[in-house]
């Protein structure tokens, strides 16, 4: 799926660039994911019109504005704990916890036929992720569970964890995420019938305002026949931990 082709000016190209259109057919085994194609059907995070700069540069200025907040803050720049603190944080959005607000950063997905003529449910829970609140540039450290059930076409395993950490890494309120993760999965794996819950703590209610130091916040987003179908409903929430049994932090 990703073979390599040397032209005739030695440049190498992917095989898959070269084709145009998304969720393509690649081989009658499976098709691998067009990115813009799928965001473009997934709920945005709000953005501005500005035009985006390049990793790099954003880098720089974030650096540059976050020592100004230091020091009107107060803190002495000079110091060798905080000299560096600026290109760090600079470092941490931009390559880390708000990655996922560039699409290029979006994993790379190839989905497969299901051979297996598996056609019941398929749930994976306890899918550790960090985001952090937008309200509050604080942590949300969460779970999610979601669910499929299959309509010819598998992922790997992995692939929901990596979907669900794509969207954290972004600024979130936790309803969006929750809606974003179950557009997502019904696009890749081309099904109405996807499940996902979220299980969170935010930090922002943990650690300042009300400072609430057990409550946790539950999200969901049900469509196809997890939504129409109670006994399918019921199925999957019984597959899933409870209230009780959460175990976030
Ligand atoms: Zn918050």
Redesign the pocket.
């Known amino acids: 799926m990703h073979d390599t082709v040397r032209t005739g000016n030695g440049l190498e190209i992917h095989a898959n660039l070269a084709a145009k259109k998304s969720n393509r057919q690649i081989s009658s085994n499976g098709y691998e994911v067009d990115v813009p194609e799928l965001l473009a059907q997934v709920i945005p995070t709000p953005m501005s019109d500005r035009p985006r700069m390049d990793p790099e540069t954003a880098k720089m200025e974030i650096a540059r504005r976050h020592r100004e907040i230091m020091e009107i803050l107060g803190l002495d720049l000079t110091d060798d704990s905080l000299s560096e603190t600026p290109e760090r944080v600079a470092k941490m959005y931009v390559d880390e916890i708000f990655g996922g607000l560039r699409e290029e950063n979006f994993p790379k997905i190839t989905v497969v036929e299901n051979k297996m003529s598996y056609d019941e449910m398929l749930v994976e829970i306890d899918i550790t992720f960090n985001s952090t609140?937008e309200?509050?540039f604080?942590p949300i450290l969460g779970r999610a569970h979601v669910a499929y059930i299959c309509k010819g076409w598998v992922l790997g395993l992995s692939k929901f964890n990596r979907v669900v950490q794509y969207f954290a890494k972004r600024p979130q309120v936790q309803e969006r995420a929750t809606v974003q993760i179950a557009q997502a999965l019904s696009k890749i794996l081309r099904t109405d019938d996807v499940a996902v819950v979220i299980d969170a703590v935010?930090t922002?209610?943990r650690t300042r305002g009300v400072q609430d130091e057990s409550s946790l916040t539950r999200t969901s987003k049900l469509s196809g026949a997890f939504q129409s179908n109670p006994a399918l409903r019921a199925e999957f929430y019984a597959s899933i931990p409870g209230p009780s049994q959460l175990k976030v932090v």
């Open positions: 609140c309200h509050h604080l935010h922002c209610v």
